[in-house]
């Protein structure tokens, strides 16, 4: 390993793969001397990855990094970069924002960032890097588990999207889909299960059409190969387009052990004018049986969604229906947001753009209605067995409903469903797999004791 250089600042904003990602910067400034801080003032390099996907991600951007030219006073040598989807965006246009900035690198230049601090230690400025590649990153240094000893890990199978939803902006900020050749998956998965990791969740924007255009491995045939790796215990993946959902998918989260019994099918609308507008491929009603098609292979599934509203064109009848959707399906947990426009998309254009005070209306009745079933879902979970992977101590301080064992270490961990449920434990450490029975249901979290 290299001598001491530095220490780095990384600020993570957005999606999991941008987590993923983060974990790479950090990897290639490591094997160049490089060590992490959580410690801002300590910094002598600050990444901020970025997020694009709403206005709001965007914005938390630049509020972070406008602080740079005062941070730059009183460390000259300060190296600042701007790296994502807003950099991919935006590009050398990030510089009028922020002129005191020294590097702005895309979605696909992460590889290039050892390169570029070097160029700028001797005496560059500004460096703008948003080409595309054809091929993925694939050079994975082998220490990606050596910062956060964690027992979950994210590996991204695939990258960039070709569907082009009318709202979004991944497709023009991470480019065309392209699949991970399997090999390397699995030599990073071994790699990873080798160092302690136990669950690994398989990222892509829409992992049922892994491997198709390469003809490679499909989706369903790589979870099986993950499965045989002894060392890794739970497989999670993310994200699946419901017109792609296959039956194939269904029977692996059915048959393969290891699958965790939890799916994460975004539904965006339950209006069918909304969906067609959306350009999701769709209806309401092939939606509903796909999810009737898991909830027969699998009752027990765990199902949670994405649902944008305040879309263009989306009248109160619209919405309503998304509300009936939600109070149809009862999902687990819904992430939910107001519709942004954003900067070369369809949707932009559109003619009949809700405004801002109704869409915060119709987000804040959404999610208030989903919380019922958030609650419905946890406390039909009380009495029952859950098979809980630890993640280690609990932060949390609070009114137990268990005083007299106080002086026991209080635990963490999660269902396979997703779900936090917090225990008392002795002599249990992360990575440890325990069959929990839940004895209290709150809102975002479960109570339970070791049986
Ligand atoms: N590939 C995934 C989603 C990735 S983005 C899929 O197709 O499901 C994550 C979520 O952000 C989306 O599901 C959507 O609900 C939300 N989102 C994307 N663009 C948005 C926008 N312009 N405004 C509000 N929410 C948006
Ligand atoms: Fe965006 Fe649609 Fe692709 Fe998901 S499938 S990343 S929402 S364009
Ligand atoms: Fe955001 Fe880019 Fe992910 S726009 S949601 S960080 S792919």
């Known amino acids: 390993m290299s001598r001491f250089k530095g220490y780095v600042y990384i600020y993570t904003i957005g999606c999991q ?10 990897s290639i400034l490591h094997l160049i001397g490089y060590e992490k801080t959580e410690i801002l003032d300590n910094a002598d390099i600050i990444i901020c990855n970025t997020c694009s996907i709403r206005e709001k991600a965007q914005e938390k951007a630049f509020s972070f990094l406008g602080t740079i030219a005062d941070k730059k006073k009183k460390n000259p040598k300060l190296i600042s970069i701007m790296a994502g989807c807003v950099a991919q965006q935006e590009g050398a246009n990030v510089f009028k924002r922020i002129p005191k900035l020294d590097i702005v690198v895309g979605t696909c230049a992460l590889k290039r960032i050892g390169k570029h601090i070097k160029a700028i230690q001797l005496g560059k400025r500004r460096i703008t890097d948003i080409k595309e590649e054809k091929e993925i990153f694939e050079t994975m240094p082998d220490n990606l588990n050596i910062n956060n000893k964690k027992v979950s890990k994210f590996v991204t199978i695939m990258q960039g999207c070709n569907n082009f939803c009318t709202y979004c902006i991944v497709p023009f900020v991470r480019g065309r889909e392209k699949s991970r050749n399997p090999e390397n998956i699995l030599k990073e998965i071994r790699n990873l299960g080798s160092n302690g990791v136990k669950e690994v969740t398989l990222l892509g924007q829409n992992v049922n059409s892994y491997g198709k255009k390469e003809g490679i491995t499909s989706f369903s045939e790589l979870l099986g190969k993950i499965s045989e790796i002894d060392s890794i215990k ?34 965006q609308s339950g209006s069918d004018k909304i969906l067609k507008k959306m350009n999701r491929g769709y209806t309401k009603e092939i939606y509903l049986e796909k999810i009737e098609k898991l909830r027969t292979q699998c009752p027990e599934i765990a199902l949670s969604s994405d649902i944008i509203v305040g879309f ?22 819904i992430f939910a947001f107001a519709y942004s426009g954003r900067p070369g998309t369809k949707a932009l254009k559109f003619s009949n753009q809700i405004n801002e005070q109704e869409k915060k209306e119709r987000l804040n009745e959404l999610l208030k209605i989903q919380d019922l079933f958030t609650k419905k879902k ?48 002795e002599n249990i450490k992360a990575g ?3 069959n929990i029975k839940i004895k209290n249901a709150y809102p975002h979290s479960l109570w339970g004791g070791i049986c």
């Open 17 to 26: 793969m941008n987590v993923y990602d983060s974990e790479k910067f950090f």
């Open 432 to 434: 440890d797999i325990l």
């Open 312 to 333: 263009p064109f989306e009248i109160k009848h619209d919405f309503n229906e998304t509300v009936e959707l939600i109070k149809q399906v009862e999902f687990d947990s």
């Open 234 to 267: 739970r497989i999670r993946f993310a994200t699946s387009h419901p017109r792609d959902l296959s039956d194939d998918l269904i029977f692996a989260i059915k048959n393969i052990d290891k699958v965790c019994n939890h799916l994460h099918l975004p539904v």
């Open 378 to 425: 946890n406390q039909a979970l009380v009495g029952k067995i859950q098979s809980v992977l630890v993640e280690g101590k609990s932060l949390r301080k609070r009114n137990t409903p268990e005083p007299e064992k106080q002086i026991l270490p209080q635990m963490t961990g999660r269902t396979e469903s997703g779900k936090i449920v917090h225990f008392y434990g």
